[in-house]
């Protein structure tokens, strides 16, 4: 599904990726971990093709295809998506209009024809029962005066329109509450299909014993210092990083 | 032509009355003695008129047969709408029609009531229109204007639907300057809504001067709406002069799109305590186009309020001009003012000089004002993207956004789904054009 080697990349001339392996096969759940400023979402950003990070080196295959050489839209059209950690007000765009531009634009993409205001409606109606929101959401613009734990929430809501292949989730159990937190990981966990694959970008292990990844990843200094199972990211909560951070410093 | 009757040519016995007779002389005088406006004066600094002057224009010529059909492209709203229609300059009575205002209301052409009911303006025309910005304009409407729209309610009456004014030049108008001339007079607690639309219907070079003078007494409201989609070869000079009694409300919108060189002047006096004057605005400008916009909230009394804030979006090599005064005047104590200019550049090369300015001289007061000029974002441009919506697509979609809500503010929906409409069809040539930003919004 996804397969990155040796990605580097910077970002107003400074170097944040410095080297990322990392392969993810269809049906799996990674989860990146590390320590703030560590590169988890220059990472995210940089698979999503955000233009203020600059590819320096390496190389991401996405179903076979040079996903860097897509513009951010095809990526999304292709099934890539990306919840932001910090998602983004529009003012003036509601959430209805934004997410069916959205959707009939991936549909165009695919050759189908797009659906009319009331037709998505109905899918939308749908995909409002799995993040446990009333219809009064979509007449409001897109995250704006969202509380932080509404914007984390329309993130999955978009996710749950768009059912992306590779969903790339930055930071989105920070900011919930309990219930919302299990809201947001039942919803992803009903989004999982055998040939997709999920990665999470968590501080939290909580979040892990919803989401449960095959995969545990610390990144570090632009680089993944460590890989484990989901064991992984129990030792991290009792640990700390700093035992990791020293041994990546020691071999830079 | 009146309110309840069908509409008829004004008699051609009478005269107009000498005390217009004598503003028409004084406007003559006064243009004779100023000529138009030159970019040395402060409030012409960046509107250089000199291009109208240099086209030499002559009185426009009568329209030839104006069609129903001509007019199909500018309405909106609702069939049974009172409408005037004027033809480079002219009532068109076959294509106007007023049925159903209410008993005591005068709503018609101002040519013909200064012929049969002249007192009823008289406080009013040639008495609200004194900036001194804007006097020359003013004055050489005065001198040549043939006719225009009379709004005149008596305390209490209330027109709860829009009065559409069209002012259509057609292609006998072209290298000829039309002088529209309007009068409202509200009384207490009177209520009117009139929607002014500057259309053409052959591509040229034209000038229309319009002045239009509002006199609102106590607790009266009205609604003004221009329309501007003026040939963009053509100059547009309007200025709309209101005065605002007691507890009043002015809620004005003014939309400009046509004309290569367009000037508003939008001014209004508080007057009386607790008035209240909404002054919005939208401004699309591409090409070469010179589109300017001139306002004076004059707060001449205490605990009035204004509200004011001003969008537009250039393309092209377009100018976009704003100036904005807020004049507080001592005994205006308890004064709440904001105002709000944001402009939104489609290219490199399209500008914009904006000039909020407030002038306060009580100290009771709360004033704010502010000013932004900018490209469009890059983190919604991306947001958009990563959601798999096109770049240009995402542009026109945020640009939309940008301006959108301000037209919100116009009370009636079908004048609000009517610019809806214009400013996404002039979005989307805006695409086509491809002068835009996609792809080049830097973070
Ligand atoms: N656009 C940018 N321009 C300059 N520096 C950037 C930019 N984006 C990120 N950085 C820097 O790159 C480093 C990595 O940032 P990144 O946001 O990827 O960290 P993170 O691992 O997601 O951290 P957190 O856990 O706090 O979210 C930080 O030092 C950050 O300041
Ligand atoms: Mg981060």
Redesign the pocket.
Known sequence: MLEIKNLTAT??G?E?LRGITLTVNAGEVHAIM??????????AQVLAGHP??EVTGGSVTYKGQDLLDMEPEERAQAGVFLAF?YPVEIPGVTNAYFLRAAYNAKRKAQGLEELDPMDFLDLLEEKLKLVEWGPEIMSRAVNAGFSGGEKKRNEILQMAVLEPSLAILD?TDSGLDIDALKIVADGVNALRRPDSATIV?T?YQRLLNHIVPDQVHV?AGGRIVRSGGKELALELEERGYEWLTEAAGAVA | MTATGTPVAPAPRAVEPGWVAQLRREGAARFEGLRLPTTREEDWRFTDLSPIARAELGPARAPGGLTEADLAPFLFGHAEWPRLVFANGRLQPALSRLAGLPAGARVGSLAELLLDAPELVEDTLGKLAVQPAAAALVGQNASAFIDGYAVVLPAGTVVDTPIHVLFVADGRALRGAVFPRNVVVLGANAVASVVESYVALAEGVALTNTVTEANLAAGARFDHCKIQRESVQSFHLATLEVRQERDSYLNSFSFAQGAALSRTNIYTTLAGPGAHATLYGLYLGEGRQHVDHQTRIEHAAPNCTSWEVYKGILDGHAHGVFNGKVYVHPVAQKTDGKQTNKNLLLSETAKVDTKPQLEIFADDVKCTHGATVGSLDAVPLFYCQSRGIPAAEAQTLLTYAFAADVLEEIRSRPVVDHLEDLMREWLMKAGQRGSGSAGKATS
């Open positions: 970002a107003g400074v944040i590390g320590p703030n400023g560590s590169g988890k979402s220059t990472l203020a990070y950690q930071e970008v501080h990144l």
